[in-house]
Every structure is written in structure tokens, then in C-alpha cells.
């Protein structure tokens, strides 16, 4: 059996602004589980990126170790990429977005990968406002070891195996409001018209922007007993509204018809158009966030789209005003400036 995709492509294919096809936005076969919603994933971000028009060489997508962590595979062919180990996948995000700030940098993690070995550098990329399009591809279990509950899994959900999760489970979106995240959203993989518009939004976003996708394992965690289940997720997924990102360069058309509305302008020109269910649901307030986001655990329900965004924000680049250019064309006279600036250099610390 061939897991690669025929070369050849209709020459009727629509194009973009920037003159790709979809397909030019794809990878490999997927060799995941049949079902499994991180394949629905890799579809959002292929489609997202086509729409947004994003040339596929100006994108670098970075993962660690899990089912997740092979999706970077089966998603933009024809970017850069890099899989590494388990739980460090923003430390080398953060070292090639310090050389190069010209790429958009997608970042693929698990609930194990991101909540448990990795959760310290998860931490610190929010701290250090890293801008990046941070994936969680949340199952509640380790699926490449046989569907061991995982940190996110919930108190009281129950395995495959019929085994009790007697530990509460690490909320990665509370967590995240708490300290300070900039771009806080939460999915489904099977609700592609939500999913779409937020990773959109996430790659116009100036800043770290947190992406959490409930994604049901269908082999080991999709069980009567879990709170990860398409049944669960489906039967309690509530959203806080109905989300549309317009880019720059097309006119505004978006209607929307009862309930409250508000529109947020990003750094780029670009607009998020948000039609709120909740009218008390204020998504430029952090405060208002964490408190839906506590009333929802409450009821048991589990709260989609997007939770709070900061427009206003600065990431790493802007808070250490680092050069502009890329490092790998700084020249010469640039890197090595001659004695005389060394000389001032030294008397500024004297």
C-alpha cells in the first residue's frame, strides 16, 4: 500500500490569491486511526491556510512525540517542519522564531505532550507571549501506548479498560487565561465551521495564540465512560458564539441575525466578526473568560470558541526589540560592527 499522493493534479483546480490549490497545502496519506478527529484537524489547518492564502514556504509547523505530533505529516507538504522530542516542541519553536520572525509557526501538541512532560515549556511560551498557532490535539489519553489516561482527562471519566479517573483533569484553557495568553480558543475536530475561522484568526494573531481541540481517540478513548467521546462532546459542547475572520484585502459582508454582535479589529487589518450567544460573554475581557469559563465546569458543559483575545498585544520579538531581518541574512558589517561599537557597548555598563 502507497502512502504517498499521486503527483498528478487537475489543471481545472481553483487557485488562491497567491495562485495554490488546496491539494498544494496537503501532505502524506494519513496513517492514523480510521476516524480519528486529528485527521479533521489537519483538514481545518489545510483549508484554513488555503483560504488565507498564506504561501506554504512561509509556514514552519513544529511538533513533539504522540499520535498528534504525526499529524505535521500529513498537513503542508511543502513547508518547513520539524518533529521534536517529547514536551520540547516550544523551546524549538521559540529558537527558530527568535531567527526567523518572517514565517507564521504552527505548533502540533497532545494532552500528554503539552499537560504533562511539556506543560513547563507550555507555560513559558504563554509567558513569553511566543507568536505561535499552538494545537492541542486533546483525546484524554496516551493513544500510542495503548490509551493510558492522560492529564486532561476528567475526574470521574472512565477508560476503555473500565478504569475510574480518580485525579482532577489539568484544564489547558483556564490554565491559560490565568496566565495571561493573548489568544485563547477552544474546538471540536468535527465542527469544522467553528474550527476554520479560529486557526484563521490564531495565524493573524500577533502573539501566542492557544488553539485546544477536543479530538476523540476512536480507538481507545471513545467509550461510553469518557467526557471525550463524540457522544459527550456533541451532547454537551456549548459555544460561546458563532465566529467568522474576514482577512484584509475582501470586504466585510458578514450578517448575522439575532443576538448581540461585536466586531475586533487585528494588527494586521484584518477582522473578527463575532456573533455572541451569551450577551454577557465579553471576548476582549479576561475576566468575563475565566468566569464562563468556570461556570461551564459547573454544569458539566464543555465551552467552544473563541474565549478571549487581546489585539493590543506584543510578542517576544517586540518585548526584546530584536532585529527585523531574518539571522541568516544579516551581513557581515552588521554582525561584526568593529571595536568602536564594542568600546560603547562596554562604557554603557560602567
Known sequence: MSYIRPVFRHPGLPKNAVGFTRADYEGAISTLCAGCGHDSISGSIIQ?????????????????????????TYFLGNSHGFNSVHGRMPSVTSGAYLANRDLKYIGISGDGDTASIGMGQFVHAIRRNLNMVYIVMNNG???????????????G????????????????????????????????????????????????????ALLDVISPCVTFNNNKGSTKSYEYVREYMKATGMVDFVPEEEEITV????????????HDG??????????????SNRQSALQRIQEAKMMGDILTGLIYIDPETKDLHDMMGTVETPLNQLREDVLNPGMAALEKINQSFR
Open 141 to 155: 489519553c496516551y493513544g500510542l501506548t495503548k490509551g493510558q489516561e492522560s492529564a486532561t482527562a476528567d475526574i
Open 48 to 72: 484554513a491556510c488555503y483560504e488565507l492564502s498564506v504561501e506554504p514556504h512561509k509556514i514552519a509547523k513544529v511538533s513533539g512525540i504522540g499520535c498528534s505530533s504525526k499529524t505535521p
Open 255 to 266: 450578517e448575522y441575525g439575532e443576538g448581540e454582535s461585536t466586531t475586533i479589529e487585528l
Open 270 to 283: 484584518s477582522t473578527l466578526q463575532l456573533s455572541k450567544l451569551n450577551p454577557n460573554w465579553d471576548p
Open 157 to 208: 471519566s472512565v477508560t476503555k479498560k473500565g478504569e475510574e479517573t480518580k485525579y482532577p483533569g489539568i484544564d489547558l484553557v483556564g490554565l491559560a487565561l490565568e496566565l495571561n495568553a493573548t489568544f485563547v480558543a477552544r474546538s471540536f475536530s468535527g465542527d469544522k465551521t467553528q474550527l476554520i475561522p479560529l486557526i484563521k484568526a490564531a495565524l493573524s494573531h500577533p502573539g501566542f
